[in-house]
Structure formats: structure tokens, C-alpha cells
């Protein structure tokens, strides 16, 4: 596999010096040597076509009905959760072209990026964005700046998996190809029993429930009767009330219910 060039070069203009003959040069073309080794050791490699028979039992073989069973089974996993998620987020409108729309994220499938932040497979687009935000609050480097460097990196490595999470269920075309991914390994485990890949993940759940029992809940009006004398109306004074108030405690980080004693002025 070489090919050959012909250089000539030729008498400097001034005469001095004379034509030199012919010079052979030599170029490698790797991939026509590839070629020509395979057709070598292997022989002609000619794609043999199946006859009608042989395609009939081909399909009718175990090894297809497994197959389109389990595309079937997926199928109907889709749909389902489709159908759920169209009640709960009505902006959600689900399209085929989803499936062959650029992704925005590479993910993995083989990680549960719902637990990752906390929330449902049918949770709307809002919901997924209100867990990555409330985490962000927790986890972003930004908010790390008084923890030790060991809990640097344990918070910077949990929020790179709640980008990744919130970058693959914050789109619609990439959440659905994650679903139907990892539908079509639910349905092969199902149908033939492969067991598919699961890796370790941060799971938010817990932290979520703690974050919701640390919020403050909005202020209301409360009506509250009591009884007063006439000349309290009359000359002024105070009068003290017992009610239960909800207290946040610094060390556990929760919250506790205690009695407490308003002074009313009248």
C-alpha cells in the first residue's frame, strides 16, 4: 500500500549546477493497508441475506418476543406517567419529537435524579425548580464559607449532582429521554430479569423535610376574646393572656411548641 510520487528537480537558473534525475518518494495510506490486511486474514466479507423463513423464525424466536415485550411494557410506563404528570403540571404538553431533540445534559441513568433532589417522577416543572433552588440555599460553594474544608468538598460534590439533576428534569425533550431510558431497563428487568445498573446518589428527601420544618410559616391575624374590666376601659392598664407559640430551637435545628405570656395594653 504505497504509492509513488515523481519529484524532479531541476538546474539552478545560473547554470552552475545540472538536472539531478528522478527521486522516488514513498507515502503510507493507512487505511487502505487496513483494508487490504483484513481482505488478507478474513477473506470477502459479504453481507448474506436472510430468506423469508428464516426472517419469519427469526422474529417468532424467543430472543424478539422478549424484546418487543419489553418495548411494550416501557411503552405503557411512558404513557402512564405522562398521562399522571399532564393533572399535576398543566403546561407540561408532551411531543415525539422530545425523544429526538438535543439533550441538555449527558446523564446517567443509572442514578435516580428525582431522589437527588427531592421530589416525585411526577413532579411539575415549578417543583423542580423550587428543590434545586431550596438545596442551592444549602449546598451552592457560595454558602460553604464558614464550614471546614472536608465539608467544602462533601457540599461542592452534592451540589455538582443537583446541577446535574436539575439540568436533566428542568428540560422536557432530555427528562423524557431519561424516563424512557430507564422504562425500557424497569421493562427488561420485568420481562427477562436484567437487573439494571444502579449507582449511589445524594437523595434530598430528608434534607427537604428538615428545610420545610425550619421555615417560618407566614404570619396570620388570630382573633383571641378575653375578658376586662370596665375602668381598665376607662383609666388604661394591661392585661396578660397565656397562648401556645411555636419556637424554633437552636440546637436541633427544629421546632418545638411552648406556652407564652402576651401583655395586652388597653
Keep these: 500500500p ?127 425548580k423550587k428543590a434545586y433552588k431550596k438545596l442551592s440555599l444549602v449546598y451552592h460553594p457560595d454558602k460553604t464559607s464558614n464550614l471546614s474544608d472536608e465539608q467544602k468538598e462533601e457540599y461542592a460534590a452534592i451540589f455538582i449532582e443537583l446541577k446535574n439533576a436539575y439540568l436533566t428534569l428542568g428540560d422536557q425533550a432530555t427528562r423524557r429521554q431519561y424516563d424512557k431510558d430507564r422504562d425500557r431497563d424497569k421493562a427488561s428487568f420485568e420481562v427477562q430479569g436484567y437487573k439494571p445498573k444502579v449507582r449511589a446518589h445524594f437523595d434530598a428527601t430528608e434534607m427537604l423535610k428538615k428545610l420545610e420544618q425550619m421555615q417560618k410559616p407566614p404570619g396570620k391575624v388570630v382573633d383571641v376574646p378575653m375578658s376586662c374590666k370596665l375602668e381598665k376601659f376607662v383609666f388604661g392598664g394591661h392585661k396578660r393572656i397565656a397562648r401556645q407559640r411555636r419556637v424554633k430551637d437552636r440546637k436541633t435545628q427544629s421546632f418545638r411548641m411552648e406556652t407564652h405570656n402576651y401583655r395586652v395594653d388597653v
Design 2 to 128: 504505497f504509492h509513488t510520487h515523481l519529484l524532479r528537480q531541476f538546474a539552478d537558473p545560473s547554470g552552475s549546477a545540472g538536472a539531478l534525475g528522478p527521486m522516488a518518494v514513498t507515502s503510507y495510506d493507512g487505511q487502505f493497508s487496513f483494508k487490504q490486511d483484513s481482505l488478507a486474514r478474513l477473506g470477502p466479507r459479504e453481507k448474506k441475506k436472510m430468506s423469508d423463513s428464516e426472517y419469519n423464525a427469526f422474529q417468532n424466536s424467543p430472543f424478539m418476543q422478549a424484546v418487543r415485550k419489553c418495548e411494550d411494557l416501557a411503552y405503557q410506563f411512558t404513557t402512564s406517567r405522562d398521562d399522571e404528570r399532564a393533572k399535576r403540571d398543566p403546561t407540561f404538553k408532551p411531543s415525539d419529537q422530545d425523544f429526538s431533540a438535543p439533550k441538555a445534559h449527558d446523564y446517567d441513568r443509572a442514578i435516580n435524579y428525582y431522589k437527588v433532589l427531592g421530589i416525585d417522577e411526577y413532579a411539575s416543572l415549578d417543583e423542580v
